[in-house]
């Protein structure tokens, strides 16, 4: 080993100790801790979406529109990727409690199954992915776009668990429209376990996205309430708005263009492009712009 140290190591040893605090403010301002670099973020992500797409999670669309969300999540910064594989997980978990029943309960109603497509994950994780792309490109922008990119998945979490947890154990749900007992799965529908599934994912998520680093905790509230907001949203656009259709040989009311018995449906009301993927966008969309007011108001 050379003991002989060139004579300006002590002063570039200076230098760095001297740039420990600027490194450390870095490291934690919120939203910013920094990621893998690209190809890790991007071999991660891929292998998690395999992974998902393996145990019947996504479908094969679903599992590449993972796999590009999940990349920029990962290379914004752990903290973004990580809420978003927490997330993932959770709604995973959600969707395959008591999956016979409620496959069983909705079989008629429900326009897709527990397998996502590409079009369904990035109807939930589009704007995330946009608020961590927002992140890479404007650091001085990133705890801002951290708590709407937060608030949008903590929304998508909240209406997911609400139809997943709803559909299993809830009662026959009632329609926000009609205030009237509807079939098990009917979008805009609501149900007491339900809605307290809703709520409490809500909060769960935020918790998660505070304590992880992506969210600061003065601003939890924010995407609490954003994430409920966007949810309720989502209620009611899919009792009011959402298109609905009917199976003339069934006679029963249900979200498939061709039915479950094979007899294509007709339109009965709603809007017709708007279906169940729109809500989620709108839900999520609605939940972002809720949380962007409200970090400005404050800021
Ligand atoms: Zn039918």
Redesign the pocket.
Known sequence: MDQHLPPDAPVASLTEFADIPRHAATLSAWGSVAGPSAPVAIGLATVIAATAWSKGSLRPSGAIAAAVVGSIALHAGWSWGGFLIVWFAWVTLGTRLGRARKEARTA?IVAKGGQRDATQVMANGGIFAAAATLSLLRGDLAAHAAVWGAAALAAAGADTMATEIGTWIGGAPRSVRTGRPVPTGTSGAVSLAGSVSMVGSALGLTAVAVAIGLVSAPHWWIVAVAGVFGAVVDTVAGALLQQRRW?P??E?P?EQMR???G?STRHRGGWRWLGNDEVNLLCTASAAVLAWRLASMLA
């Open positions: 008629g199976c040989s069934c029963t249900t039915h479950s018995c007899m």
